[in-house]
């Protein structure tokens, strides 16, 4: 089971976070040099949309870094499971006890990943209305027109953020590989005490 579970993890998960991690830098780095066009006119104080722009360029490349570097515990893991001797016994123990062991911890890393990407996605979504309504924060000036363009705005911000503790409260896929081998064991368990 655990070699089922954890053999084909290391380079699924590193072919997808290196897919997604190049495409966020891309778009990101994209983002940032748009914010440099001179479609943007002349002054010393960029305007909100520049702002915006770099802000969401920023946070591309940052997310992007992120996912490159920052390698889950399921790749390290299930690549030192499956380097373990099994020529006896006592070392087929120790590898089953160490695969176990690295289901748990790439649960919990699972978990982590999971409330840091909510906690990010909502400060994502918190600073875009920051640089998009700043005027109307620090200045006191009235909402842009259309006043429908605001509540798109507001609306499809408040949306993303909901979906994100959504998400955050959801278990992830490492919660849920841990939760299928422990529901395994338990009716291989069941199967064996009945055969008795």
């Keep these: 089971m655990l070699d089922r579970i954890l053999l084909p993890l290391p380079e699924r998960s590193r072919d997808a976070r290196l897919t997604s991690g190049l495409i966020n830098l891309a778009v990101g780095a994209g983002l940032v040099g748009l914010g440099f066009a001179p479609i943007w006119g002349e002054g010393s104080t960029p305007s909100a949309p520049q702002a915006l722009i770099w802000f969401q ?49 790439i649960a919990a890393d699972g978990r982590r990943r999971r409330v840091l990407s909510a906690v990010s996605t909502v400060a994502y979504g918190l600073g875009t209305l920051g640089i998009f309504y700043r005027a109307q924060l620090f200045d006191g000036e009235p909402l842009p027109e259309p006043v429908g363009l605001n509540y798109l705005v507001i609306g499809s911000i408040g949306i993303q953020s ?27 368990r069941d199967t064996e005490n009945v055969a008795e």
């Design 162 to 188: 909901i979906v994100s503790v959504i998400g955050a409260l959801s278990t992830s896929q490492d919660e849920r590989l841990l939760d299928a081998y422990q529901r395994e064991l338990q009716t291989l």
């Design 57 to 105: 360029g920023g946070y591309n490349v940052a997310s992007g870094a992120v996912e490159l570097l920052w390698a889950p515990s399921r790749e390290r893991l299930a690549r030192e499971y499956a380097v373990m001797p099994i020529e006896d016994a006592r070392q087929r123990r120790a590898r089953v006890r160490f695969g176990e062991q690295s289901l748990e911890d």
